[in-house]
């Protein structure tokens, strides 16, 4: 395992904080104290230009418009836009384009990954509330019928649906494996209902009544949600280290310049253990999600326990990591952390968000010990 990142990464980097330098976050009002506040469509001028610098297709290949990277660079990238709380669909479009790369029909992924690539189409993806690593816990079902597949269920909570073209829906077949549709926003039997996540964007709540897909948009291989819902995963972990590493630097520019007896307060012992545990938390968090992203790339290494195990590590620490670091800072700004004029608020109402995306931490040790029992170590 190598975690030096290699010239095109850096290279992703460079561009993404080219792109993003003018994204204020503390631009958009927090909803919680102003109903209405944040759209109800995702950042579509940032999302221009994340297009034009070619950032949209990092994992696609090169004959569908892409750069051909890997998962690293998807995670480089998505750490950059969470230090400014872009408002986009980065990870689920990047993450639902590379599983229709690899698992789609040929025809399928012709029509749509060029145009996602470009920015021109938008995918999304209905995530599973908790880890999706069991298909029975999927509140979708799928049955054949004839040439095509009906979908019943409800899956809520799902991001970025209300401006998106396609969604990718897993669903359980009942025979213990589970398939991922992919449904065009206005197709028949799918309705959306709104819905609000801790951080105050807009969500979507699924009602799938009947719906029938024709078979070339299912994608039937059975570790293509695996797949799916462990790069999902991964990037939550990296839009949590993002965010993190911009709230300890916000932390550490404030306790710097406020004084207090005569001195600034980051010079006091108590202020600089916790500032220092914290940046323990952000140093494992990074370790564990460059591990989990590597093994992504790389599913045949890394020891007895699949990729998986990796990456349950990494959300865990990445829940937990990401919420001690803005308790802290709400600690160490006091009251002036609440103030709405400054982001910090925001910050904080979006880690809780990712926190508990794709499963909080404990949903993930228990995926982690399932996998320890039907994988002994010793």
Known sequence: MDFTFTEEQQAVVEAAR?????????????????????????????????????????????????AGLDTVALCLLLRESAKVLARVPLLEHCATAAALQSAADPRLAEELLPAAARGELVLTVAA??????????LAVTARADGGTWVL???QTAVAWAHGADWIAVPAHTGEGS???????????????AGQ????????????????????????????????????????TCALALGLGAAVLGMTSAYTGKREQFGHPVATFQAVAVQAADRYIDLRAMEVTLWQAAWRLDSPGSGGPLPCAGDVAVAKIWASEGVRRVVQTAQHLHGGFGADTDYPLHRYHAWAKQLELSLGPAAAHEEALGDLLAAHPLG
Do not use: I, M, Q
């Open 18 to 66: 080219a792109v993003l330098a003018d994204v204020a976050p503390d631009s958009v009002p927090s909803p919680a104290l102003t109903p209405g506040a944040v759209a109800d469509d995702f950042d579509r001028p940032l999302w221009a230009r994340l297009a034009a610098a070619d950032l949209l297709g990092l994992v696609l290949a090169e004959r569908y418009g892409g």
């Open 128 to 137: 599973h509330g908790r880890t999706g690593h069991d298909p029975a816990e």
């Open 152 to 154: 019943d269920g409800v």
């Open 178 to 192: 589970a398939v991922l549709a992919l449904l065009p926003r206005a197709c028949a039997g799918l309705t959306l």
């Open 196 to 235: 609000y996540s801790t951080s105050g964007e807009l969500l979507a709540e699924l009602t799938l009544d009947g719906v029938r897909v024709p078979a070339e948009h299912l994608v039937a291989d059975p570790e293509a949600w695996e797949r799916l819902r462990l790069t999902l995963a991964t990037g």
